[in-house]
Structures are given as structure tokens and as C-alpha cells.
């Protein structure tokens, strides 16, 4: 069955970077797009970057464009969230998510269970 | 941007109701329409994609019509593990959108 398990959130400063892992299982990683979703406490859900399956092409809103990086290892299943300038809007849960197809669907089939990031002085 | 919005924000209803859920798009998304489930603590869950389409493993009460701008979730015969909240996602461009939640809760 396909899992996905997300790390590397914590408590960060502002203006401090962080990377998150997500390490997946259960299904054909290289195949499949991948996504990463944040839900701030008590708020509703926003997309935050997607790749395609074999990382060509990669996609964010305006409000992590140029600071926020999403890349993937195909060869350990891994999919990561180089998060850079960081600021206290950031401060969320952050889900890793699976595409039902290459990326291009755009929406998230399977979710992780989450990575808590606070960023905070 | 597409704004997506649900309505209503909140509902309370009884095991057994029947219960719609509206989601509107700003602009036309087509087909392109999603409904995800949400329990406290948890990730989400999809359950419609493509607007009408029933996730594998999701109870046939849950359903989902709509195109172009109007969307509904339609939950019938409400169980108790169906009271959560639920979000509506547009995925005909980017930035992907969502709407912003329905709590589900017991009367």
C-alpha cells in the first residue's frame, strides 16, 4: 500500500532555512508527481509545490516562488522541500502528497501524515 | 488566482441525513474538481476527483456532480465517521486552490 512519510520539521528562526524529507513506498515513486500541501493551525489547506515525475517540470504559488524549493531522488524514493528565507506565515503542517498520475493532474490521491514547522524567534 | 468558495462554512445534521455541500469557482475549472475529507489531526483524504469520479475505497454515499463554476459533495445516509470537514479543490490551473473547509458536525 503506499505510504508516505514525511521529517524534518521543528522549530526554525525567521530568515533560517530547513528541509524537508518525504519518503515514499507501496508504489513506482519514478513514475508518479509528486506534491507538497500546508495547512496553517486552525486553517484551511493551501498547495505549496508540485514536480513531475521525472523532476522536469516544477510548479509553486507566489507565496513560496524563489524562496521554496521542491526536487526529488528517484533512486531513494525520496521527495524533498528546500525551504529557504523563512517566515512566520510559514508556520504550518506540511504534506507530502502523491499524484494519481506523471504530475499533470494536479491533484493529491495519497497523503502523508505530516511535518510540523514553526517558525519562530 | 481561482477563489474557490464552499458553502455553507458550517453544518450540523443527524446519522442518517442527507447533506450538500456547494463549492463555487471564481472562474470556470471545467470537470476540474476535487473533495477531500479531513478529520481532526489527520491528513486529508480524497474522496471525488474530476467532480463526479468516486475514489477506490470510497462508501458509494459519498457523490459529486457539477462543471464549470458549480460543484456539489452530496453525503447520503450520513454515518458518524462521515462528520469531519471537507474541501473542495480546483486542479484546472495553477495556483491550485482550495475552498476553505465545511465543518461537518452532530446535531
Known amino acids: 500500500q503506499v505510504q508516505l512519510v514525511e521529517s524534518g520539521g521543528g522549530v526554525v528562526q525567521p530568515g533560517r532555512s530547513l528541509r524537508l524529507s518525504c519518503a515514499a513506498s507501496?508504489?513506482?515513486?519514478?513514475?508518479?508527481?509528486m506534491h507538497w500541501v500546508r495547512q496553517a493551525p486552525g486553517k484551511g489547506l493551501e498547495w505549496v509545490a508540485t514536480i513531475s515525475y521525472d523532476a522536469i517540470n516544477e510548479y509553486y504559488p507566489d507565496s513560496v516562488k524563489g524562496r521554496f524549493t521542491i526536487s526529488r531522488d528517484n533512486s531513494k524514493n525520496t521527495l524533498y522541500l528546500q525551504m529557504n528565507s523563512l517566515r512566520a506565515e510559514d508556520t504550518a503542517v506540511y504534506y507530502c502528497a502523491k499524484d494519481p498520475g506523471d504530475g499533470y493532474n494536479f491533484y493529491f490521491e495519497y497523503w502523508g501524515q505530516g511535518t510540523l514547522v514553526t517558525v519562530s524567534s | 488566482d481561482i477563489q474557490m468558495t464552499q458553502s455553507p462554512s458550517s453544518l450540523s445534521a443527524s446519522v442518517g441525513d442527507r447533506v450538500t455541500i456547494t463549492c463555487r469557482a471564481s472562474q470556470s475549472t471545467t470537470h476540474y474538481l476535487n473533495w477531500y475529507q479531513q478529520k481532526p489531526g489527520k491528513a486529508p483524504k480524497l474522496l471525488i476527483y474530476a467532480a463526479s469520479s468516486l475514489q477506490s475505497g470510497v462508501p458509494s454515499r459519498f457523490s459529486g456532480s457539477g462543471s464549470g463554476t458549480d460543484f456539489t459533495l452530496t453525503i447520503s445516509n450520513l454515518q458518524r465517521e462521515d462528520f469531519a470537514t471537507y474541501y473542495c479543490q480546483q486542479s484546472y490551473r495553477t495556483p491550485l486552490t482550495f475552498g476553505q473547509g465545511t465543518k461537518l458536525e452532530i446535531k
Open positions: 507501496g508504489f513506482t515513486f519514478s513514475g508518479f508527481g
